[in-house]
């Protein structure tokens, strides 16, 4: 684990802005640190949609939303003083039925040593039969710090 290496989980919520701009004023123009923006991206199940090209074009869409979340939080780092050679910005499709494990997978394998989470705001009855991003974070996170930021 590397201290100095910190996952933002990312995204479209006024949450991950809040937590992007928390990073930012904890570590600001500090040299060494490299911050990792992941926005994790879950596709609507293929027979939702008529034909492949409609749901090519929600991919599309989902893409584009991931783009433009990653360039929204960068900015939002370099505003507090980090450099933009120490942000990093990723998109990964959701492995398995979970954005949490996709999430602390990317971690593991890439050695960070803080992930930083938003929390979302699910109601209780929705985090009872969903979960949260959040919460499996907090609960499944292993070898690292976690920062939630509400």
Not at 23 to 50: A, K
């Amino acid at each position: 684990m590397n201290p100095k290496r910190l996952l933002i989980a990312a995204d479209a919520s006024e949450n991950a802005k809040r937590a992007a701009s928390y990073v930012g004023e904890i570590i600001g123009p500090r040299q060494g640190f490299n911050v990792t923006i992941l926005y994790v991206i879950r596709y609507p199940e293929r027979d939702l949609f008529p034909d492949d090209a409609s749901w090519q074009i929600k991919r599309d869409e989902e893409d584009q939303r991931a783009d433009n979340v990653l360039a929204d939080l960068k900015e939002v780092l370099k505003s507090r003083g980090i450099p933009s050679s120490s942000i990093d910005t990723e998109a990964r499709r959701a492995t398995g039925f979970s954005i949490a494990q996709t999430i602390l997978e990317y971690q593991k394998k890439n050695d960070f040593g803080t992930i930083v989470v938003g929390r979302r705001g699910v109601s209780k009855a929705e985090e009872f039969l969903f979960g949260s991003v959040s919460n499996k974070i907090v609960h499944y996170a292993k070898d690292c710090a976690v920062w939630v930021v509400e």
